[in-house]
Structure formats: C-alpha cells, structure tokens
C-alpha cells in the first residue's frame, strides 16, 4: 500500500478499518530497503535482517564466482522467520500467504506459503500438509495467479480487476476460516492485492502520467481505491474477529509510485562514463541521442503477457533463465568493464563493481581503487539531470557497504541508484554523459517507492521514538516482543516498550 494514498483516503473515510486504527493507535513511517534492494523487503521483514545477511537479493543475482548471472528461488534466502522463532518458543502461530516466504517446515500451529502471494519464486505449500487439500476443496487458490500474465489493454485490466477483487474476498474468508480455528498467539497474514493493483493501474489513478485518460473511457480509474476498500473491508472483518484485546499491527514493507526509472540504459550510462569496456560508447556526445533499446524487453512489451507465460512454459528451464537475464541485462560480455549494470528491481539500478580476487573478471584493486570507483559513480550519477525540468534523476544513491553489513555483503550489488518518481522524465543528461533519450521499456505504469508504515492498536501510546526513524527491520523484533518471546540478533529493535 501507498503510504500517501492510505493518509488520504483514510481520512476520507474511504478505508474506515484502517482509519480506526490511526484513530485507536499510533502510526509511523518505516525506512524500507525498497530504497535500494526492493526484493529484499519481506525477508527483512519477517527475519529482521538487513540485505547482507541474506542469500538472496534478487531472482536473477549476478555471481562473482562465474561472472554471470544465475536463477535463484525464494527457498535459499536462509534467514530465519520471527514465525520459527515464536513456534519454536512454544507460541501457537498462523501463518498465511507472506511474500517471498520459502517452502514451509514444521511449524507449531499452521502456515501456507504462495496460495496467492505476488511474485513468489517457491512451492504452495502448507503445515500441516493435509491442510492444502482441505484449503483446495473449501476455497480453490488465489484468482489472480502471476499479475503480470495478462495484457496492458483494456479488457485485460478489466479481468485482472475483477480478480484482485475477488481475491481480496477470498483471502478474507481464508483468514477468517484459519483463525477461528483456534486460539492463536500470533495470526500473520499477508494481502497481495494492493500490490499487483499499484503495478498494472498506476496511469489511471495519476493525471500526471502520460498514458493517464481524463475522460476514462476505460471506467478502470478508480481501480487502484476500490482494491484498497476491498482489503481494508477484509482487514477490518478480521480485526473485528481477533477482539479489541488483542494488539493489531497493520504494515507494508514500502510504497507505490510511478515507474520512472533509466536502470535498463544503467551500463550504457556507465559506458558513458568511461567504466564500461574500453571504447565502447565512452566518448560523451553532447547531442541528444536515443538511448539503446534492449530488444528482449520489447519483445517482453510487445506480446501478451500470457501468451509469454504459456511459450515460457515450454521451453526447458535453461533457456527460461536465458529469456530473464535478457529483459535484464541483455548481452553480457563483461570482460574489460570496471563497473556493470546487474539486475534488480526496475526502480532501482544496481551496479557491480569488477573487483580483482573478488569477481572473475576483476580489474579494480580492492581498498582504495575500489572505493574511489564507488564514489566517483556515486558523484555521476548524483549529476545526472531530467533537461526537461533542471531536476535531478537520482533521488538516492546508495554504497552498500556503507548501509548494510553480514556474510553477504560481497555479493551484493556495490551500489544501487533509487531513480526519482516523484516525476515524469524519459530522459537524462550531465556534463559527462551527454544527453540521453531514454525509451519505455515496461509494461507496467507502476513500481515500488521506498516508503512503508505501520499502524498499531493495542501496543499502548509511547513507541520507541527517540532513536532513529523506525525501519521495516524493526517489525520482527516487535512482534517477538508482544510475544514475549526472546530476540535473537536481528537489525532491527522493538519498536514498543
Ligand atoms: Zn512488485
């Protein structure tokens, strides 16, 4: 959920079960690795672990070993769930349907993992395992399945908001069902509608954006508020149904905004800059020119979202990767280059720096070289400027070894480069670079922006304000502390007393 868009409808009226909770809690503002890692959000979540500590950053992870990309599951992340910390202390837990949660195990109470959770990389599974056929003949699965396997017309949006609304429902009866069975110490639930609606139906709710219709003939544009209304109808039932004893806490890992981003033009940029491979595209043009197009990603625009799902479906699972390094990276000869593009989400840029004794095509000197490149890239792209407006492209760039730490660190890209959405802009220049026309290559109108929240009823009026601004690490170890349940080392600190 969009922090902004819940603020105001809230007050509006239009979300009365979360307006409650502003009115019987507090609310806050969470920092949120969407900043720069936005895959990594429900880990940190639901182990209190920054990026570095976990396995697994993205689906599609550059690997310093074989200077290459490879495919990784949501099942090797290797953090452990506050959930396996409670049930494990003894707390009867219910477990149902959170983002990017790995196969499930043993579990002192119940847990469902990918019934109908947006972009989950694992198996639907379930504890105890009899549970999945009782689930299957009471509610069926989710009706929306991948979000993005549909079509950016209008008859497609039309079906895929008839489903995320169904789905919403659904997931409500599910929870409802789950948590009437027994007493439970903590029920954690996940709903995934809000987020497939801020991907596929941002232009129609925002005037700014260029594909915005103002007469909206297509009658969609309140698409994204009615999502909203729906969880916040279901949201409210099941508040009703755990008692106004027991403490609630409502939070989304980070935002929705409009996706306005350079990442795919990220190398061709670093080129630009003189970090790519000698000579290519190094030399600054100061006319304005159409950046690279990568012609997997229009292939990804131009067919059907399903139809790319069923031939996906087909081919062997080597080539499928193949098909997602190039929407990503496209070709990849990165031999020469001091800096690459890597993948990630397409809000955020990520950049690997080819560090000797570190990356197989290493050409950077650890320590001094090493830091002087980061921050050499960090100042370029700090510079780079929409023409259009004078403003900045960049909102936040990040050195990773500055913001995170843990036995992952090294793979991690080195820096991210959060893009500003705040605005409409297709094109970047600075000094170095040149001017560079940069053409759409999403089929989405939107993406994640950093910013999450919490609501908490039940939790008493003093949180834990002095320190610094809460984060999304934080909610773990505040849950554990309501249980009553030992923290073991996380990054995060309960957030209430
Ligand atoms: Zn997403």
């Given at each position: 959920m969009?922090?902004t868009l819940?603020l105001?409808?809230a007050q509006?009226?239009k979300?009365p ?5 502003f009115?019987?809690g507090v609310?806050?503002e ?17 182990a209190g ?9 993205f689906y599609a992870?550059?690997?310093a070993?074989?200077?290459d990309l490879?495919?990784?599951?949501d ?6 769930s506050?959930?396996k ?8 837990v219910?477990?149902v349907?959170i983002?990017k949660?790995?196969v499930?195990?043993p ?5 469902i ?5 947006h972009g989950?990389?694992s ?9 999945l056929?009782e689930?299957g ?6 009706p929306?399945?991948?979000c993005d396997a ?6 497609s949006l ?13 997931r409500g009866?599910?929870c409802r069902?789950?948590?009437q069975?027994?007493n439970?110490d903590?029920?954690?639930?996940g709903?995934s509608?809000t987020h497939?609606?801020?991907h596929h139906?941002?232009h129609?709710?925002?005037?700014t954006?260029?594909r915005?219709d103002?007469?909206d003939?297509s ?5 994204i508020?009615s999502?909203?209304r729906?969880v916040?109808?279901q949201?409210?039932e099941l508040i009703?149904?755990?008692g ?23 190398q061709?940029i ?6 790519g491979?000698p ?11 159409n ?5 997997w990603?229009l292939l990804k625009?131009?067919?059907p979202g399903?139809?790319q ?8 699972q080597?080539?499928?990767n ?5 929407w990503y990276a ?11 593009a890597?993948?990630n989400?397409d809000?955020?840029?990520a950049?690997?720096?080819l560090v000797?004794?570190r990356d197989r095509?290493?050409v950077v000197?650890?320590?001094?070289e ?14 780079l400027v ?5 403003r900045?492209?960049a909102r936040q760039?990040t ?6 730490e843990g036995r992952?660190l090294?793979q991690?890209p080195d820096?991210?480069?959060?893009w ?5 802009w297709?094109e970047?220049?600075?000094?170095r670079?040149?001017n ?5 290559q ?7 922006t950093p ?7 039940g939790?008493?009026?003093s949180?834990v ?6 984060t ?6 505040t849950v554990l502390r309501?249980?009553?349940v ?5 990054d995060?600190r309960?957030?209430?007393?």
């Open positions: 969009e922090w819940v105001d409808w509006q009226g979300l079960a979360l307006r409650r909770l009115e019987e609310h806050m969470l920092a949120s690795t969407a900043a720069q890692l936005p895959d990594t959000v429900w880990p940190a979540i639901y672990a920054n990026p570095g500590r976990l396995a697994k950053y992870q550059y690997d070993a074989r200077g490879r495919m990784l599951s099942d090797v992340i290797g953090a452990t506050f959930w910390i409670l049930s494990e202390a003894g707390r009867r219910c477990v349907d983002p949660s790995p499930i195990g579990i002192n109470g119940i847990s993992a990918n019934w109908g959770s989950s990389r198996a639907y599974t379930a504890h105890p395992p009899g549970l056929k689930i003949s009471r509610f069926g699965r989710h929306v399945g991948h549909g079509g950016g017309d209008t008859k039309r079906e895929l908001r008839r489903r995320l609304l169904a789905g919403a429902e659904l009866q599910l069902f789950l948590m069975r027994e439970w903590v029920f954690f639930a709903f509608e497939c609606a801020g139906f941002w129609l709710l925002d005037a954006h260029p915005h103002p007469a003939t009658g969609l544009r309140d698409t508020e999502i909203y729906a916040d109808q949201v409210g009703d149904l755990a106004s004893e027991t403490r609630c806490l409502l939070f989304s890992g980070h935002g929705m905004g409009p996706i306005w981003h350079a990442s795919w033009n990220l061709e670093l080129d630009r800059l003189g970090f491979q000579g290519v595209n190094a030399v600054p043009e100061r006319e304005r020119t950046a690279r197009v990568n012609p990603r625009m131009k067919v399903r139809l799902y069923a031939v996906k479906a087909m081919l062997p080597r080539l499928q193949e098909l997602v390094f190039r496209g070709a990849r000869n990165w031999a020469g280059c001091r800096a690459i890597v993948p989400n809000s955020t840029g950049i690997r720096i000797k004794g095509h290493g000197a650890p320590g001094h090493y830091r002087k490149t980061c921050e050499s890239i960090a100042a370029a792209l700090g510079e929409d023409p259009q407006t004078g900045k492209a760039v050195l990773t070894y500055e913001e995170f992952f090294d991690l820096l991210t480069v959060l500003d959405q705040r605005f409409a297709d970047v220049a600075s000094p670079i040149g560079l026309k940069i053409r759409r999403d089929s989405r109108s939107g993406s994640h910013c999450g929240f919490l609501l908490a009823r939790y008493g009026a949180p304000v002095t320190g610094p601004q809460a999304i690490y934080d909610i773990a170890p309501a249980a009553e030992n923290m073991p080392d996380m995060g309960a957030l209430f007393y």
